[in-house]
């Protein structure tokens, strides 16, 4: 699979990402509000992580979906992702600012989610979160997500700096 498959929802389409989604994700990834994502991030270092998750796809046949409501606005990503450091696959999500407390990372990862159990038929996903990062983990543990004590975290990452979310197929 070379592309990300469109997935719709109730009020999203998950699709490819586009170039016009870059310019909002460096203004995102230059702020504060990036601090739990591994931000602040330069655009050139955002540049190699965005074309990564994208070429994900050619390479891995998953990876992450920019989350376009239905009047075409940019309002975040979600991916099923496994960069060479993460020890296993990864449901990841982020909401851009304006667009959070609306319920659309929820119906986003959730569909994301769906598209791996089906898709890539995986028995069990984590999700990797700062354990300072409030929404995200109450995101996770609405998805049915548990804290896997056991887990192994991605590549130069402590469990002080990285909490792990187990999603299993039965959630």
């Known amino acids: 699979m070379d592309r990300a498959p469109?997935?719709?929802?109730?009020?999203?389409?998950?699709?490819h990402h586009q170039m016009s989604d870059f310019?909002?994700?460096?203004?995102?990834?230059?702020?504060?509000?990036?601090?739990?994502?591994?931000?602040?991030?330069?655009r050139k270092k955002l540049w190699y992580w965005v074309a990564g998750?994208?070429?994900?796809?050619?390479?891995?046949?998953?990876?992450?979906?920019?989350?376009?409501?239905?009047?075409?606005?940019?309002?975040?990503?979600?991916?099923?992702?496994?960069?060479?450091?993460?020890?296993?696959?990864?449901?990841?999500y982020l909401?851009?600012?304006?667009?959070?407390?609306q319920?659309?990372?929820?119906?986003?990862?959730?569909?994301?989610?769906?598209?791996a159990l089906e898709t890539l038929k995986l028995e069990t996903f984590v999700s990797y979160i700062d354990p300072k990062n409030a929404r995200s983990i109450a995101l996770a543990q609405r998805l049915g997500g548990v804290i896997d004590p056991v887990g192994s975290l991605p590549d130069d990452e402590t469990a002080d700096e990285t909490v792990i979310y187990r999603h299993r197929r039965a959630a």
């Open 103 to 115: 319920g659309i990372a929820f119906e986003a990862a959730k569909a994301a989610r769906a598209w």
């Open 6 to 15: 469109t997935i719709r929802t109730e009020r999203l389409t998950l699709r």
């Open 53 to 92: 998750e994208v070429g994900s796809w050619s390479l891995q046949g998953f990876g992450s979906w920019g989350i376009e409501s239905h009047d075409g606005a940019f309002v975040g990503q979600v991916g099923i992702n496994k960069p060479s450091h993460f020890p296993e696959v990864e449901l990841g």
């Open 23 to 42: 310019a909002p994700l460096v203004e995102l990834f230059a702020s504060e509000r990036s601090i739990y994502m591994g931000g602040p991030i330069d």
């Open 95 to 101: 909401i851009m600012p304006k667009f959070e407390g």
